[in-house]
């Protein structure tokens, strides 16, 4: 879909492995928020600052984790 390597589908379930499911999908819907915030950053910075712009990924970053 992006051409991604599929080395970011592991490291994803790597960082959200827990023991059971249950836990598994109970830190997923935990990080469902700051994702959608990042998500709406990075929307807007590439709008305002151009496709693939370093400014863009280093202010998208910077303040979802400030939030």
């Known amino acids: ?6 080395i970011f589908a592991i490291l994803t379930a790597i960082v959200t ?3 059971t499911a ?3 999908l109970k830190k997923g819907y935990k990080r469902l ?6 998500a709406l950053f990075a929307v807007v910075f590439t709008y305002v600052f ?3 712009s370093p400014l863009s990924y280093a202010l998208s970053a910077t303040f979802t984790i400030l939030i």
């Not at 879909?1 to 599929?6: D, H, K, Q, S, V």
């Not at 928020?33 to 990042?38: L, Q």
């Open 1 to 6: 879909l992006l051409n991604l390597t599929p």
């Open 17 to 19: 492995i827990e023991p």
């Open 22 to 24: 249950k836990a598994s």
């Open 33 to 38: 928020p700051a994702t959608v915030i990042g």
């Open 50 to 52: 151009g496709d693939q």
